[in-house]
C-alpha cells in the first residue's frame, strides 16, 4: 500500500472514544474553523466595512468572494447593485478598520471617524479606496448568493493596485481576525522551498 492510500484509512476501533477528553463538540461553533483571517476593508459605494469572510474565487476572470451579514447597511447597499473595493491593510490601522466594523453607514458618516485613514475614488469602479491600503481590488458584482444570515457576494476584479515593495510577508504586519473580538499579526515568515 502507498504512502498516500494508507492516509485515507479509518481510524483504528476505539480511537475516538479513547481521545474523547482531548475532543469537545459544539453546535454553534462556527467562529472556530475560519481562524486567523486576514481582515480587510471593504467599501460598498462610498460605505466602508470590515470583512474577514473574503477569499478569491478564480483566476480567469479573476473574481474574488466577501461575505456580508444581513444586517449590516453594507448588505443594502450591495442589493442595490452597488460596485466594491477590497483594501488590504496593515495592522498599524487596525483600529479604524474596528471602527468601520462597529458601526453602522446609515447612521454615523465613518470617513470622519476614523482617525488614520481617508477615501480616494477607484479608478474603474463607481466606489472608495483606502488612500492607506497596500493592496486594493476594484470590483463589479459578478454574483449575488443569498444565504440565512449573510450573503456570499462575488466581485470580478476589473483593477489592482498595489504599492511596489510592501507587500513581501516579511515586510507588513497584517491585522489577523482570532474569532470572538481577538487580533493578532503575523510575526515570523517561512519560506518553504521544495
Known amino acids: 500500500m502507498d504512502r498516500l492510500s494508507a492516509h485515507a484509512l479509518p481510524p483504528p476501533d476505539g480511537y475516538f472514544s479513547a481521545h474523547q477528553e482531548i475532543f469537545k463538540s459544539l453546535e454553534e461553533g462556527y467562529f472556530l474553523g475560519y ?7 471593504v467599501c460598498v459605494g462610498e460605505n466602508p466595512l470590515s470583512v474577514a469572510w473574503h477569499m478569491p474565487i478564480n483566476k480567469k476572470p479573476f473574481l474574488y468572494g466577501i461575505a456580508i451579514a444581513k444586517e449590516n447597511y453594507s448588505h443594502t447597499l450591495i442589493e442595490e447593485g452597488k460596485d466594491f473595493t477590497i483594501n488590504f491593510l496593515s495592522f498599524e490601522f487596525l483600529e479604524d478598520m474596528l471602527i468601520a466594523g462597529k458601526y453602522h453607514g446609515n447612521q454615523h ?35 449575488f448568493l443569498e444565504f440565512e444570515d449573510h450573503s456570499l457576494i462575488i466581485g470580478k476584479v476589473e483593477a489592482i493596485h498595489y504599492r511596489k515593495g510592501k507587500l513581501k510577508p516579511h515586510k507588513v504586519k497584517y491585522p489577523l481576525h482570532m474569532g470572538k473580538g481577538y487580533f493578532s499579526k503575523n510575526s515570523r515568515v517561512y519560506i518553504y522551498k521544495r
Open 35 to 41: 481562524v486567523p483571517r486576514n481582515v480587510a476593508l
Open 109 to 143: 458618516e465613518k470617513w470622519k471617524l476614523f482617525k488614520r485613514i481617508k477615501p480616494i475614488k477607484a479608478l474603474k469602479v463607481n466606489a472608495y479606496m483606502v488612500d492607506t491600503a497596500l493592496l486594493v481590488y476594484e470590483c463589479k458584482q459578478e454574483r
